[in-house]
């Protein structure tokens, strides 16, 4: 086991996403019908932890090179001449 893998089984619980975090939110805890705030407040997020925040950085890598992956040839391909009318068309029409 490598030492940045035993500090990741040291690091504290990850706290759940902000999206799992406002689906939750509502509900009475025993799967009932979805209760109201009184305060109307949202709860405050806590800040990410440095171990989240890598988490969020690495998964923004793999992200971002599979996008790349992807889509950097049909990006890189011309547009249709008849597309780049169009473009011009809409351009020279005035708006109101």
């Given at each position: 086991?490598?030492?940045?893998?035993?500090?990741?089984?040291?690091?504290?619980?990850?706290?759940?996403?902000?999206?799992?975090?406002?689906?939750?939110q509502?509900?009475?805890?025993?799967?009932?019908?979805?209760?109201?705030?009184?305060?109307?407040?949202?709860?405050?997020?806590?800040?990410?932890?440095?171990?989240?925040?890598?988490?969020?950085?690495?998964?923004?890598?793999?992200?971002?090179?599979?996008?790349?992956?992807l889509?950097?040839?049909?990006?890189?391909?011309?547009?249709?001449?008849?597309?780049?009318?169009?473009?011009?068309?809409?351009?020279?029409?005035?708006?109101?």
């Amino acid at each position: 086991m490598t030492p940045s893998e035993a500090a990741e089984l040291h690091s504290p619980p990850v706290a759940p996403s902000n999206a799992a975090g406002s689906m939750a939110q509502g509900s009475n805890g025993r799967g009932g019908k979805p209760t109201r705030r009184s305060s109307g407040a949202a709860p405050r997020a806590t800040p990410p932890t440095p171990a989240r925040r890598g988490v969020d950085q690495a998964f923004d890598v793999w992200l971002n090179r599979g996008l790349h992956q992807l889509y950097d040839d049909v990006a890189k391909e011309p547009l249709p001449e008849e597309l780049l009318r169009l473009i011009e068309q809409d351009k020279a029409t005035p708006r109101k």
